[in-house]
């Protein structure tokens, strides 16, 4: 069965630093999502991605974040200031068009801001 | 806009017993929803859909849901529970146009622990 592969499965980084977070989504897939789940807390969505360029993003997405996707089949997320509160599990999800179709979430990247 | 409310964010029953666990939705328009599960230190698995067809919905694990649009209910239930069946589960309403863009919008999720 299709997956989507998340990399690395744990980072640990100090504050202030830049992360990127690696994803390969399903490829016959055209719809990308980043979402958080902070400890204990439900998911949240962060973003998502059609046809190369941002579709949605959460109050959460600020100019801190961004996503690309640079080649045909990886796509990432970057936090460019690490902060404590980023500290979560970080997940990346695909999906085809119909708006019926579940996503299919990678196994995540846990992030530790330290 | 979308959201999710799911009542009870732990849930317990004993091995063997029927396990449901609740979610309401809200949405303006026809809404897509789904059921998560995530285990320990693991990603989230689609466990079934809703998607307009048929409002009874079975999943994998012996699990399903019921849609009913009266009451803006989507609960999973699972005659029989196991010991694997312990996790957490998270209710996700999509909500194609709408102003709900294509996001899923997760509930705060039901920790079920099955008991011996």
């Known amino acids: 069965e299709p997956e989507v592969t998340q990399t690395p499965s744990h980072q640990v980084t100090q504050m202030g630093q830049e992360v990127i977070l690696r994803c390969v989504p399903i490829?016959?897939?055209?719809?990308f999502y980043w979402y958080r789940q902070i400890l204990g807390q439900k998911v949240e969505f962060l973003v998502s991605?059609?046809?190369?360029?941002?579709?949605?993003k959460s109050e959460i997405f600020d100019d801190q974040f961004s996503v690309e996707r640079p080649d045909g089949s990886n796509f990432t997320l970057k936090i460019r200031s690490t902060k404590l509160e980023d500290s979560a599990m970080y997940f990346c999800?695909?999906?085809?068009?119909?708006?019926?179709?579940?996503?299919?979430f990678g196994s995540g990247t846990r992030l530790t801001v330290v | 806009a979308q959201s999710v409310t799911q009542l009870g964010s732990h849930v317990s029953v004993s091995e063997g017993a029927l396990v449901l666990l609740r979610c309401n939705y809200s949405?303006?328009?026809?809404?897509?929803l789904f059921w998560y599960v995530q285990y320990p230190n693991q990603g989230l698995q689609l466990l079934l859909k809703?998607?307009?067809?048929a409002t009874l919905v079975k999943g994998i694990n012996g699990f399903e849901a019921e849609f009913k649009k009266s009451e803006t209910s989507f609960h999973l239930t699972k005659p029989s529970a196991h010991m694997s069946d312990a996790a957490e589960y998270f209710c996700?309403?999509?909500?194609w146009g709408g102003g709900g863009g294509n996001k899923l919008t997760f509930g705060t999720g039901t920790q079920l622990k099955v008991e011996l």
């Open positions: 809703y998607t307009s067809a």
């Open positions: 999800a695909s999906s085809e068009a119909q708006a019926g179709e579940g996503y299919t």
């Open positions: 490829s016959n897939h055209l719809y």
């Open positions: 996700a309403v999509r909500a």
């Open positions: 991605f059609y046809n190369n360029e941002i579709s949605e």
């Open positions: 949405s303006s328009v026809p809404p897509y």
